[in-house]
């Protein structure tokens, strides 16, 4: 893909420890994590997966072990969709503005506006500055986050959930849009529920449930065992076009292949 991962991590979590009071979430977690890779964390619901976010991102101290990430590192970070206001009166411009810190009311300067302006041009959002947030659909909200986390700059743009709480459709517009900033040479690292919509996709992902179980490409992370241990149920895996796919308990193979056939046909139609 053109993009090339320099051997120096930005991030380095070290036998990482992390406890609310006296309970630990997160047990001896390594983790590196090199400029232009594109990592997913996989794992159930409360298995330390935001804990971690946060622990990189220097809103939880560590209780033992180390995160370091490397001087100068500027870190965009996506909030889960659901953790936001829409009610909150504030435009797209606002919002992105707002990052600018030390203002009390988001003004902008005219260098300011035109870097707003390539941002969501990049992004498919160009001409919606003044918009209210709540008039967006679901897949412009979320592109509205990672316009306001990439108009830092960042070195490594970190989203939890991406795609939670979104329809089938913006789950792949979220998808592809997270695939073009990576091919153009953005350090992705997300966390995510969702194993066959995204994660499968992920060039590499970490199994995590308190600790790592596992660390690779799809092909050897979503594999019966390691599924096992990181929900702590059965689950079974099928594979179609090349690619992994799991089968949660709600679903039937059929509705996995119809799914997938129906990604898989759209995939192919948005690259035409
Ligand atoms: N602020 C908090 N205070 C106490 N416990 C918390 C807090 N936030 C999360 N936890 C607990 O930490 C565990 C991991 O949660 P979390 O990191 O949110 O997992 P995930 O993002 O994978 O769902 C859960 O058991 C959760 O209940
Ligand atoms: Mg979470």
Redesign the pocket.
Known sequence: MGVTINSEPLIRCDALGVA??AGF?LENVTLHIRRGEFVGIV??????????LRAITGSLAAARGSVEVTRGTRIGYVPQVESVDWNFPITVGEVLAMTRTRRHWPRTTRSERAEMKEVLEGLGLHGLEGRHIRELSGGQQQRVFVARAMFGKPDILILDEPTSGVDVRTRHEILHLLRDLHSKGSTILL?THDLNGLASHLPRLVCLNREVIADGPPRETLIPEVLERTYGAPLHVLEHGGMPIVLDHDYTSSEVLRDTERQMRSERESRQ
Not at 43 to 52: Q, R
């Open positions: 609310y009071g979430v794992g159930p619901s409360g298995s330390g997966k935001t804990s971690l966390t």
